[in-house]
């Protein structure tokens, strides 16, 4: 790698000359102090004067629709990364065994044991015992052997323990982050990231790297993690930066990367934070309990060792003897009798054995796809009288599939695709258009499995796989449509929209849960493109009946929209743009669903045989809760409960916690439900 620095200019221009030149030429035009300095400081200003992010992707070699070439990945960014850095936190080194043992001579204890037992070595040889000239030194040599012991197992303890807490540390942090690389997008673990990647971002998402607002809808991101701001903080094209080690909130958008590793916002933090971990709540409890048992082992201690001189004085005063250095071998004798009676009354070693015990509880929780990032998780959970649980991903296994539909006033209870293409060609186009361009998720064929990955919302993807089914890709339709802005979906909205371009006009496609979308709709999508009227009660019986099978049902909508219904510009709030979802025409109810993990059954059984009451907190309605929670046994008597949220938030504290012994479902939740359920324990 050369660095060319011309005087002329204020630029760096990175050049690669290696054997694979002919592949890629990355030229780098910005430092990358001059980018730390643009994240540190925020300053928009700045960043126009460098072109805005189109500028600064193009001084990165990249490009902020099509990302990093592909051939430059094929090299693994050698050059972007001797430049740039990796997106790693370097670790402080390892301690070597030999450090652990100094370290571990350094205990109090362990110090005047030492000292006693060299002086008793000295005063042995020196001035021996009658009749034991020869093996003067042998208490003192005893008592360094125990030193030696004693030394070397907490040494080695400690240093397993280090080994142990740094192979999990190499994995706790690892995740998957969507990108977008040569025009196709793509997923890559966190570590891969690098400066000059684009970045989509979705609710919930972690931000994986420092980087520059693309393009987005209603991005709002939790900074409270960096800036300690409970506000989530709106990120549009005057407010661009975005800070590494936060969350996404709301919304959805892409980003440039900017900064990675110990460069970026977050690594410096932790770079700064890097030390010893924390004790737990319960090594601090057994550390304060050795105290106040040291400090009772010292007083016995030192009465015993007064008693003892004592007495020896006594004796020699009885003898008429003087003093004599001798007599110090005897006086030490004691001192080591006393100290022995400290170490033997200290239990030094539990804290450190209830360390070790965590750390292979961490590994041995690890062997079950148990990642444990906290080692004060061990005990929490050992101390676990209830457990609220999600159902999607957590019970079920997260693979969706569209099993049933409900289209042009038809039930199709199987085979949904097939039932949908007899509506003749434009139904489909239009049911398949819907799914594609309201959606963040793609899919992503494994060429050595030739499986299809679900990357992203997986229930979004189930029905991107119902579109293939219909035999239009979901890509080409997306590329067809342009993307004029996104409602997205929150908890509280249960819905999401998109407006797109049409024809004439734009059109509003929404997908959501089935019981609220039914109430924004006025009609449905019959078999010949026309709209017929809507029968509501009908509709939810259908709903029910998907529901009592045990599926996730979504209702699928549109409305046709002038293009002077849309405001320009990409809205502040959701609020501005939610009265547009209403008159909806409904194009189709959909039953998703998601089988229980074969293991769940036999691990909530295990859990109340335990004691140990588990409960389903969840985003489906009642109907679909109750179903899976009965097929995982968490449902298991006439006297269990299961309640909505709405219902849940009109109970006062004093009602609540009288039926919360016998709640085990709570179904159509809020954050704040989930929130108010666990804080009540």
Known sequence: ???????????????????????????????????????????????????????????????????????????????????????????????????????????????????????????????????????GYV???????????????????????????????????????????GGCQATVQIGNIQVGDVVQLDTGDYIPADGVYIQGHTLSIDESAMTGESDAVKKNDEHPF??????????????????VGERSEAGIVRQSM???????????????????????GIAAATVTFAVLTVRFSIEQVKLGDDFQWKNLTAIIGMLIEALSLIVAVIPEGLPLAVTITLAYSMAAMLKDNNLVRHLAACETMGGATNICTDKTGTLTQNRMKVVAAWACGKHIEKEPHHGIKRFGDQFPELLATSVSVNSSAFLKRCKQS??????????????????????????????????ITILPFSSDRKRMSTIISAEKGCELHLKGAAEIVIDLCSGYVGKQGNVEELNKEELKAVVNKMACDGLRTL??????????????????????????????????????????HDNVPDAIRACLSAGITVRMVTGDNTLTASKIARDCGILASNDDLVIEGPEFRTLSDRKLDAIIPRLRVLARSSPGDKLRLVMRR
């Not at 030149?21 to 300053?43: C, G, Q, S, T, Y």
């Not at 299809?452 to 035999?471: D, I, M, P, R, Y």
Request: charged share 25%; aromatic share 8%.
């Open 450 to 483: 030739k499986t299809v990955e679900f990357v992203g919302n997986k229930t979004e993807c189930a029905l991107l796989v119902l579109a293939n089914s219909l035999g239009f890709k979901y890509n080409k339709l997306r590329k067809h449509h342009n993307v």
């Open 139 to 181: 208490e003192g040599l005893g008592v360094i052997a125990a030193v030696v012991v004693v030394c070397s197992v907490t040494a080695f303890n400690n240093w397993s323990k280090e080994r142990e807490f740094r192979s999990l540390n190499a994995v706790r942090n690892d995740r998957a982050v969507k990108v977008i690389r």
């Open 1 to 135: 790698l050369f660095c060319i620095l011309s005087n002329d200019t204020p630029k760096w221009n990175f050049l690669c000359t290696c054997p694979h030149a002919a592949m890629v030429h990355p030229v780098f035009d910005i430092k990358p102090e001059e980018l730390r300095a643009l994240n540190e400081k925020k300053d928009a200003k700045k960043l126009k004067k460098y072109g805005g992010v189109h500028g600064i992707a193009k001084k990165l070699g990249s490009n902020e629709k099509k990302g990093l070439l592909k051939s430059e990945e094929e090299l693994d960014f050698e050059v972007r990364k001797k430049v740039f850095g990796a997106n790693k936190i370097p670790q402080p080194p390892a301690k070597g065994l030999l450090r652990f043992i100094w370290e571990s001579f350094k205990d109090f204890t362990i110090i005047l044991l030492s000292i006693f037992a060299v002086a008793s070595i000295i005063l042995g040889v020196v001035f021996p015992e009658p009749g034991r000239e020869n093996i």
């Open 555 to 596: 209702a699928i909508a549109y409305r046709p929209l002038q293009a002077g219904d849309v405001p320009e510009g990409d809205p502040k709030e959701v609020g501005e743009r939610e009265h547009l979802e209403t008159q909806l025409t409904l194009i189709a109810l959909v039953g998703i669903e998601d089988p229980v």
């Open 274 to 296: 890097q030390g010893e971990d924390p004790p737990t709540p319960l090594q601090e409890s057994l550390n304060g309990m050795v105290k106040k048992i040291g400090w009772v």
């Open 242 to 259: 975005i800070m590494s080690g936060c969350m996404v909130s709301e919304g959805s958008g892409r980003m440039l990367v900017t900064a």
